[in-house]
T-cell receptor
Framework: GDKVKQSPSALSLQEGTNSALRCNFSIAATTVQWFLQNPRGSLINLFY???GTKENGRLKSAFDSKESYSTLHIRDAQLEDSGTYFC????????????FGQGTSLSVVP | DMKVTQMPRYLIKRMGENVLLECGQDMSHETMYWYRQDPGLGLQLIYISYDVDSNSEGDIPKGYRVSRKKREHFSLILDSAKTNQTSVYFC??????????????FGEGSRLIVV
């Protein structure tokens, strides 16, 4: 089964609204990273997380290792937030081999 | 400026031909990666390299090999390309192989079509 499961798989947001993306882990994740793949195909690192929360502008992410999930909150969505969001988890003794989720495709519309 | 550079960006090859995808980084990162991305499958790890001549298989290494002779350079080689290796290939690097500060930086991707 999927070791890293993302939900929803696709999402359409009105500009200016808020939403949350989620990753559930069936592995004992110790760190989580979130990436945005923009419409040009470039993968941009958004967050690197140990258990806890981080915030960067309109984005906020949390990682709960005990409950095995991570969230990415988008506030006041803008058109340039459109793209596919991936989370990736690292487990103990994985020797830096990140496991990626399948992605959430986000479309922000006017 | 931190950068991971992939060459070529686009490539069309015939089945059975050899393919060389090259990746360079200017950040003195120890760890480098090759992933492939296919629709609906996300990113799958092909190989990871922890330093020069220190490479390890990922989840889907079959049909691929890698070479890392310099820390800043990591190559992915397909000997006798197959049509099911048509994909977008991403190289990435990170500072170290430890749990701390292991942020990945990705290249722009190399789109390979095997006909």
């Amino acid at each position: 089964g999927d070791k890293v499961k993302q939900s929803p798989s696709a999402l359409s947001l009105q500009e200016g609204t808020n939403s949350a993306l989620r990753c559930n882990f069936s592995i004992a994740a110790t760190t989580v990273q979130w990436f945005l793949q923009n419409p040009r195909g470039s993968l941009i690192n958004l967050f690197y997380l140990v258990p806890g929360t981080k915030e960067n502008g309109r984005l906020k992410s949390a990682f709960d290792s005990k409950e095995s999930y991570s969230t990415l909150h988008i506030r006041d969505a803008q058109l340039e937030d459109s793209g596919t969001y991936f989370c990736a988890a690292e487990a103990p003794s994985s020797f830096s081999k990140l496991v990626f989720g399948q992605g959430t495709s986000l479309s922000v519309v006017p | 400026d931190m950068k991971v550079t992939q060459m070529p960006r686009y490539l069309i090859k015939r089945m059975g031909e050899n393919v060389l995808l090259e990746c360079g980084q200017d950040m003195s990162h120890e760890t480098m990666y090759w992933y492939r991305q296919d629709p609906g499958l996300g990113l799958q790890l092909i190989y990871i390299s922890y330093d020069v001549d220190s490479n390890s298989e990922g989840d889907i290494p079959k049909g691929y090999r890698v070479s890392r002779k310099k820390r800043e350079h990591f190559s992915l080689i397909l000997d006798s390309a197959k049509t099911n290796q048509t994909s977008v290939y991403f190289c990435a690097s990170s500072l170290s192989g430890s749990n701390s500060g292991n942020t990945l930086y990705f290249g722009e991707g190399s789109r390979l079509i095997v006909v």
